[in-house]
Each structure stands twice: as C-alpha cells, then as structure tokens.
C-alpha cells in the first residue's frame, strides 16, 4: 500500500493556531488546486497501480475549503480511482467543519478515512493554542462521522501552551473513549514565523525537552495501542523544508521520534523483568533480530541505563530467531564467563 500525500497548507483554515506555519509545516507554498496537480503529477512517476493506494489531502482544513474546490480536488483524486491507480481517499480537518452535506460529498468521491486535528480535549488548552473549537465539537464530529461510516483518525498534541501532562493524560483517556480507528502524536514544536514564536522569543511559552516529550508521547502511545487504537505516527514527518535551517526555533524535533518512543516503552517494560535477576553474573536478553535497534536504543542509550542500573551484572544481548524479547540470567566462573 502505497500513500500519496497531498499538501494543501493554510488553504481553507480561517483560523490561526498559535503552533501553526502550516506553510512550513507541509512544505509546500503553491496554491491548493495547481499544487495538488503538481504533487500527484510527481507521484504517478513511481506509482504503481493498487486498490490498496490511498491519496491524502494534508495541511489546511479539507472540508473548510470552498465546496467548489473540495470538489475540485476530489475530481482529481476521482480520476486516480478511475484509472485503477489509488482505491480510497483520505482528508484531515478541523472538528467544527464537519457536517452531513460535507460528509456526503466526501462519501460520493471515494473518501474513507477523516482525520481530525484535534490535538486536545481539554478546553483551557484549546483556547490557549487559538484552535477556534471546543473538546464538545470533537465529540460530535466524531459522532457524525461515524453514522456516515467514516475511518476516523485523531491528531493529538503533546506539550502546547498550559498542557499539564495530567491535562494530556485526560485528553487521551477521552480520545479512547471515542474510540477512533487511528491516531497521530505530534509533540509540539516551535516553528518560525508563528505566534508561538513570538512568545518562546519573550520568554513566556518553554516546549518540553526531547526526554519530556518522549515520556509523555510513549504514555499517550501505550495508552491508545491498549486500547486496540492504531498510532500511525508520532512527530511530525520531517520533510526537507521543516528540517531547513532556522524553520524549527526550538522544541522535541527527531526525524525518527516513533523509534524513540517505542523504544522507551520497550525500556520501561523490561526493566520490571531485568530487576528481578539482577545480581545475576550475566542477565542475557534474547531478541528477535527485527527488534534489535529498538531493545538498543538510540546510540545504546538502553543498554547503558541497564548497565548502570543492573551493575556489577554483565549485560549479554543475543540475538535470535524468536517472536519476542525473553529475559534469563546465568551464574558466571571467576573468569567472568558463564558456567
Ligand atoms: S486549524 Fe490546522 S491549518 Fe488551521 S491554523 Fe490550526 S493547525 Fe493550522
């Protein structure tokens, strides 16, 4: 299955969120529809023709655009399914664009997956970060696009302005309580040219530090994948233009945060298993060889922590042909090697 992003940025969006160059974001500055066709026109070069392709408008607020050029853009993407190229449609917007006579026409052109920006559902945050919308027309966005037999995707935020980590916490007990389809994580960074730019400037607003934003991200991440939620991404996709110098002021940015997260999780969670054997010679941790750099950590960061945790016990990481990471510990001669 193959995705074929297309970046709509601002278009559509009256509103201006404080985190928001959406410009800068997406990476792409041309108008909605001439750049749509660009950016398809440069996918068709590699695509290969699947049912299970699906095309993407991101950036902006699909279904705030004007109706004419939703339709516009939908005719584009018509003619993809049509030539057997792509077999469904996906679209992000806002929660409070969201009624019957939109859903219709995204059902009529082959769109099955809506994902909101909804970043949190906790109203003081909300109107902190200027999202125009309440945690109640998530609700009923949710709601609606489930009677219309929508997928339904939910885009999250961790660490914007007065978000306590107990704020996130209830934001995402609610989102599992809506239970959507998906779900996205984006920790919160200060881009150039942006409200929150200004305020990171004089000083009133600090983002999380990327340690920070790992643990909250892991916590919401557990708590949704538990909850049978599929967490497709987590940090923002880190396109040439977001990665230009001087685009990102300050903020969690790693071009492979999803790794970090997951493999702070794998650490949290085996570290109850390897405390149980320490004081063992050797505590040697088997694992499956696709599991390897995530058990590792970024440059060893894992291994180091166990070392230092688990000291004087040698840690031996062997490598296997198994479905999951087990844990055992030996007994070792004076010579240091295993009896
Ligand atoms: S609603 Fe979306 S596109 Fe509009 S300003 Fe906010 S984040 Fe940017």
Redesign the pocket.
């Known amino acids: 299955m193959a995705i074929l992003p297309i970046f709509i940025p ?1 278009a559509g ?1 009256p ?3 404080v985190f ?1 160059n ?1 410009k800068t974001i997406s990476g792409q500055k041309t108008a909605a529809e001439s750049g749509a066709r660009e950016q398809i026109a440069r996918w068709l070069q590699w695509l290969r023709p699947s049912l299970s392709n699906e095309a993407a408008f991101y ?3 699909f279904t705030a655009l004007d109706s004419g050029l939703q339709e516009r853009l939908l005719l584009l993407t018509d003619e993809l399914r049509e030539r057997g190229l792509i077999g469904s449609v996906r679209i992000s917007t ?1 929660p409070d664009y969201i009624d019957g006579e939109k859903l219709q026409l995204l059902r009529r052109h082959g769109v099955r997956v809506v994902e909101l ?1 909804v970043q949190s559902l906790d109203d003081k945050v909300l109107q902190a970060a200027g ?1 125009g919308h309440t945690a109640a027309d998530v609700v009923k966005a949710v709601e609606l696009l489930r009677d219309y037999d929508f997928q339904i995707g939910l885009q999250l935020m961790v660490g914007m302005p007065l978000q306590s980590f107990d704020s996130l916490r209830q934001s995402i007990m609610q989102a599992v309580r809506l239970q959507p389809d998906l779900a996205r994580i984006y920790p919160l960074l200060v881009i150039k040219d942006t409200p929150l730019a200004e305020s990171w400037l004089k000083g009133d607003f600090q983002p999380l530090s990327l340690a920070e934003a790992i643990r909250q991200s892991a916590w919401a991440y557990d708590e949704l994948t538990r909850n049978g939620i599929k967490v497709i991404r987590v940090g923002l996709q880190p396109d040439d233009e977001l990665r230009a110098p001087g685009n990102i002021l300050a903020g969690p940015f790693h071009p492979a945060m999803g790794e970090l997260v997951q493999s702070f999780l794998l650490r949290e969670r085996l570290t109850t298993q390897l405390l149980a054997v320490k004081g063992a010679g050797q505590i040697i941790i088997r694992c499956p060889y696709r599991q390897e750099s995530k058990l590792r950590g970024s440059r060893n960061s894992n291994i180091e922590y166990w070392r230092q945790l688990l000291a004087p016990s040698q840690i031996i990481i062997e490598k296997a042909d198994a479905d999951e990471i087990t844990v055992s510990a030996a007994a070792v001669n004076e010579k240091g090697r295993r009896r």
Do not use: A, D, T, Y
């Open positions: 601002h969006c509103h201006q969120c928001c959406q950036g902006g607020s806002r920006g999202r």
